[in-house]
């Protein structure tokens, strides 16, 4: 269809340029009113298959690329809609991934430090009564060797005062006597250091 519209174009310049040619002669062809009417028919046709050409065959493809391009543009805006909530939804998402991986972190971290603390608490509990028993045993012991010691002590000098006795006077004196003698000083003594 194209290539007939095309050759009809031809064929139109071509009979326009004979006119005009052959007007050269008598002078100004448009003023003069013997060709109007040709110049009319000639004008209407040129017009008429440019009007056709163009809303035939330039306007329908130039109307289908601007919609073509109108459809491709809200296509492309539909798309970039959806990736910008996609977008914000991910976002979104890994917003709360991280606050929830805080709070797992700090309840972690709170749970570990209770139980450090607890176990702190359990083993301070079982050094302070391991010391407790300790201490208890150890002055238990004092206890039995103060008990102990005096009586030793007080058998010790008992034996000695008998012996400087027996030198100094050169006689044996009774021990159960000296005994009882060096039992009363030690008790004095004692009363004395307890006051």
């Known amino acids: 269809m194209l290539k007939k519209i095309?050759?009809?174009?031809?064929?139109?310049c071509f009979a326009c340029f004979n006119t005009?040619?052959?007007?050269?002669?008598?002078?100004?062809?448009?003023?003069?009113?013997e060709?109007?009417?040709?110049?009319?028919?000639?004008?209407?046709?040129?017009?008429g298959i440019l009007f056709i050409v163009l809303t035939?065959?330039?306007?329908?493809k130039i109307s289908d690329n601007l919609e073509t391009r109108k459809s491709q543009i809200l296509e492309n805006i539909e798309t970039a809609d959806k990736q910008k909530e996609e977008s914000q939804k991910k976002i979104d998402e890994y917003e709360?991934?991280?606050?929830?991986?805080?709070?797992?972190a700090k309840s972690y971290f709170n749970?570990?430090?209770e139980k450090i603390l607890d176990d702190i608490n359990k083993k301070r509990a079982a050094l302070e009564k391991d010391l407790d028993e300790e201490i208890s045993e150890v002055e238990k012991e004092l206890s039995d060797l103060k008990q102990?010691?005096?009586?030793?002590?007080?058998?010790?000098?008992?034996?000695?005062?008998?012996e400087l006795i027996k030198e100094l006077i050169g006689?044996?004196?009774?021990?159960?006597?000296?005994?009882?003698?060096?039992?009363?000083?030690?008790?004095?003594?004692?009363?004395?250091?307890?006051?």
Not at 21 to 31: H, K, R, V
Not at 35 to 47: A, D, K, P, R
Not at 96 to 104: A, M, R, V
């Open 111 to 113: 749970e570990a430090r």
């Open 20 to 33: 005009v040619f052959a007007a050269e002669s008598g002078g100004m062809p448009q003023l003069n009113p």
């Open 96 to 104: 709360k991934i991280i606050l929830d991986s805080k709070l797992k």
């Open 56 to 60: 035939k065959v330039i306007l329908p």
């Open 171 to 195: 006689e044996e004196v009774n021990s159960s006597s000296i005994a009882a003698i060096v039992g009363d000083e030690s008790k004095i003594n004692r009363e004395r250091k307890d006051v």
């Open 148 to 162: 102990k010691s005096g009586e030793k002590i007080n058998k010790i000098a008992a034996e000695t005062s008998a």
């Open 6 to 12: 095309v050759i009809l174009l031809f064929v139109t």
């Open 35 to 47: 060709f109007w009417i040709s110049q009319i028919f000639w004008l209407i046709i040129t017009f």
